[in-house]
Nanobody, 129 residues
Framework: EVQVVESGGAMVQAGESLRLSCAVS????????VAWFRQSPGQDREGISC??????????ADYVKGRFTISSARGNAKNTVFLQMNLLRPDDTAIYYC????????????????????WGKGTPVTVSS
């Protein structure tokens, strides 16, 4: 059974940094990618960044380039994907979701909400000014 579990959400001040974690387990081989999305009240869920488990390729939404970094680490039958968020702003306040998409090995990743196969329950981030 595939599981996707986020953690690390918190309340921070503008300009501070925060690192979110997403623990992914249950995949037998690396035929998947992991993506981060976020949703603010009254807004649609938007893609932030993704990383392929098979080839390590990443994609970033334009609005986070230079501020957010995605990475991954393996261990204990889990793949943990991190989202390092720097220079946080009040408009970064949202519920942050991690999702996994089954993809052919070597095909990178994409930020397509409708293509995600598994979702975590989200972790809240609040940035105050």
């Amino acid at each position: 059974e595939v599981q996707v579990v986020e953690s690390g959400g918190a309340m921070v001040q503008a300009g501070e940094s925060l690192r979110l974690s997403c623990a992914v387990s249950g995949f037998a081989i690396d035929d998947y990618a992991v993506a981060w999305f976020r949703q603010s009240p009254g807004q649609d869920r938007e893609g932030i960044s993704c990383i392929s488990a098979s080839d390590g390729r990443t994609v970033y939404a334009d609005y986070v380039k230079g501020r957010f970094t995605i990475s991954s680490a393996r261990g204990n039958a889990k793949n943990t994907v991190f989202l390092q968020m720097n220079l946080l702003r009040p408009d970064d306040t949202a519920i942050y979701y991690c999702a996994a998409e089954i993809r052919p090995i070597g095909s990178g990743c994409r930020l397509d909400f409708y293509s995600m196969d598994y979702w975590g329950k989200g972790t809240p981030v609040t940035v105050s000014s």
